[in-house]
């Protein structure tokens, strides 16, 4: 007796959970981050970038204005870049677990674990941009990890 489903009309055997598509593991060490962790990664490397920038305007963080918002800005983007390409993640990151690993170019099964400084400097100009942050896709990749090829996951 043949199905009544029709081909194509189902849930896809390809995505079963996220990271499935790229090789991934669905649970535990190497799986696909979890949205709750990726923005506390980010908040807590938002305030650090704070930090850092006033103490370099001579500034209190809550002061504001114009030369502390663009040194906060420049200092969130050379962190993210720096330790993202070099290190595989952000101090956010490694607080809460996570890492950012480099897809391999020939796709789904394997991944080299250093995303190199242009990669990182993609990804951070990206995300300082917002917009490509919060547009994704079935596997947790936002726009800017899709352009700069890498993946966040679980230590």
Not at 29 to 54: E, K, N, T, Y
Not at 84 to 111: F, M
Request: include cysteine.
């Amino acid at each position: 007796m043949a199905s009544s489903a029709q081909p194509g009309t189902g849930p896809s055997e390809e995505f079963r959970y996220p990271g499935n598509r790229l090789g991934l593991p669905e649970d535990g060490p190497g799986s696909v981050a979890g949205w709750g962790r990726r923005f506390l990664a980010l908040l807590l490397d938002w305030v650090i970038a704070s930090l850092i920038a006033s103490a370099v305007t001579s500034k209190p963080v809550w002061a504001g204005g114009n030369d502390f918002s663009t040194a906060q800005l420049v200092t969130f983007f050379a962190m993210t870049a720096i330790l993202t390409g070099l290190a595989g993640g952000t101090i956010g990151h490694r607080v809460l677990g996570l890492r950012v690993i480099n897809l391999k170019a020939e796709g789904a099964t394997g991944y080299a674990a250093q995303v190199g400084l242009l990669g990182g400097a993609v990804r951070a100009l990206l995300i300082c941009l917002l917009i490509p942050a919060v547009v994704y896709d079935r596997d947790r990749r936002g726009l800017h990890d899709r352009a700069a090829n890498t993946v966040v996951v679980r230590r």
